[in-house]
């Protein structure tokens, strides 16, 4: 952080030296396009972020443990609710069942370029996972689907 001399701490006016010298001390604290800035650190086990914007690439270390829900029980054709729609919002949906479950999107909001409200059906034991990529739109990725030399599906 600059220093700089201020004229109310100071209590006279500033000799031309301490202008120069506060200038001088702006320009070379002063983060320009292409610098490596470092804001700070953080620490802990829990980082809670509202939002990052970013033009370039954003490394982070570490792994990550999102929130999951295990307790959720739906019947036979029965299904889940999504939450509410934001663009970049990434759900994954396990089928850890022997039934079809529905997967419904919050009202208003559709999947798949479906009819709003509509749901989607999940097999058995298979799981999906939906990105936001409006305020009212999820879209289904496609699994990749691997094999072992002997032809076995292992995911």
Excluded: H
Excluded at 24 to 30: G, I, Q, R, V
Excluded at 32 to 59: D, R, Y
Excluded at 87 to 93: K, N, P, Q, S, T
């Amino acid at each position: 952080m600059a220093t700089l001399t201020l004229r109310a701490s100071k209590g006279s006016p500033l000799t031309n030296n301490e202008v120069d010298a506060n200038f001088t001390n702006l320009n070379t604290d002063k983060y320009e396009s292409g610098s490596n800035a470092s804001f700070g650190t953080i620490s802990g086990t829990t980082v809670t972020v509202t939002s990052v914007a970013t033009t370039g690439s954003l490394n982070v270390g570490g792994s990550r443990t999102s929130s999951t829900s295990a307790t959720i029980t739906a019947a036979a054709n029965q299904g889940v609710k999504l939450p509410d729609c934001a663009a970049g919002l990434e759900i994954l949906v396990l089928n850890d069942t022997a039934n079809n479950i529905k997967i419904y999107p919050t009202t208003g909001e559709a999947i798949d370029g479906g009819s709003a409200n509509a749901p989607v059906d999940l097999s058995p034991a298979t799981s999906v996972k939906l990105v936001g990529v409006s305020a009212t739109k999820w879209n289904r990725l496609s699994p990749v689907i691997i094999y072992n030399s002997s032809g076995t599906r292992v995911n």
